[in-house]
């Protein structure tokens, strides 16, 4: 109803991590040049914090098409709910080995030790990126301190970009963390990102840019804190309720409402995950079963 109304041809807001939906604000730009400075200046680590919401997957996944652009060969792992000793395939699997490199007996860690130091031969920098870095299994954490404390040759036109939480940063081994040549905090975007990312959203699915004037920009803006996730979320919600309403423009007021209605959601979920959390105590269940709800008010709160 919502995309009939406003004459869309797709869903502006769907949270994909394609590139079409990346919006370069200004904190995603200052990241982005750090990135570019750490592959210039041959640095071998750069860390990437940033809250829950505020884009360090969509990131990830634009580092890796901007550096690639600067000749550098790259591949992009996300870590959460990775099983132990998965890791390491994973990450050849997204290298551009050969059928008989690939084919060879050796362990993996000697074939991906093979592929950098044939990138270094080839003066070809290898930029291996890592989403979720404080979600990773053990012997990822040990293999990626390995890569970023190695000081042998065939090592040194490698790079090592990896995202985590401020939270879990401090979790990560010092090895890793002192290891880190720059850390990159992805900051909220401001009320001019939002204005931008909002425009461009609605642009590129046929949709009038001005649906959202600048005070239900600011409204929106404020209310979610500049979270990317946040913002897109009451964005959708947003264009629902003036949808509804038989508006032509998302007015501040509506923008209010559906805040209040994810608000009221947002509690919602949160008492009935306590609720849930006191049955379980009284009944001697685990308090992990009632992580799945918990996720979901994260999430929805960005």
Known sequence: MSRDHWK???????????PATFHAGGPQEEALARMEWLL????????VTAAAGCGKSHLAAMAVRRLSGLGAETALLSLRGLAAGD?????????PLDPLSRAEPLRPWQKLENRL??????????????DDIDEAPADAIDGIARLVGAAEPRFARTVVVAT???EGLSRLPGSIRQGASLRIELAAWSEEDVAGFLAQAIARVGGDPAIFPAEASATLAR?????????SHLAQLSL???????????????????????SMAAAGEIREAVLHDDDMTQSGGDRESMQPRVRVVRRLWG
């Open 8 to 18: 869309f041809t797709g869903a502006p807001f769907n949270g994909g991590l394609e």
């Open 40 to 47: 210039e200046e041959r640095q071998r680590c750069g860390l």
């Open 87 to 95: 890791w390491i395939e994973m990450v050849l699997e997204r290298l």
């Open 117 to 130: 130091r044939e990138n270094t031969l080839m003066e070809r920098p290898t930029v291996l990126v890592f």
């Open 164 to 166: 985590a939480t401020p």
């Open 223 to 231: 209310f979610a804190g500049g979270v990317p996730r946040t913002v």
């Open 240 to 262: 629902a309720a003036a949808a509804g309403d038989g508006l032509d423009r998302v007015d501040a007021a509506t923008v209010e409402r559906a805040w209040r209605e994810l």
